[in-house]
């Protein structure tokens, strides 16, 4: 099972080998290690909503609150959150809520674990072939807006992709 989204951080180590989790469907969640450099990666699916037609098995489903409750971290730990696409279509409030409790959920953890690496991907432009209406960057710039103010009191990395695709 070779995942393009483990393929494209590979090249932090020569030896990453993928795991097969046994899982079905196109958003499967991927596991790859590197026993010698103590390296793993994980990649999962955020829970709903989930914009699409594709396969996937809703048992899998996982909100990162969760995940993140459930997170020990350490100074060896780096959890990287990408909140937005998938919420344009939905009212601000949606995108909103969902983002304050990534914040809780986040500032607890970093409360248990205070060395843990905690980065907040902002939302980015997108390509528009289709339903321009719902998907537009005028809601993807709102939602970018809201993440930078949400997350402003906490110790964590702000990747700013808005500046970064919008160049």
Known sequence: MNSSKISQIAYLSSALKSVDLHEFGNFQNQFAVDLHKNINIQWQKHGYPLIGSLTYSVKAIEYIVRVADRTGGE??????????????????????????????????LLLRSPDTVVIIKAENIREMHSDVERFSDFHGYIQYLAIKDIFQDLNVGIIDAWDITIV
């Open 75 to 108: 100074k060896n730990t780096v959890i990287v959150i990408s909140l937005g696409q998938h919420f344009r279509p939905f009212p601000i409030d949606v995108f909103t809520r969902r983002a304050l409790s990534v914040h809780d959920a986040v500032q607890r």
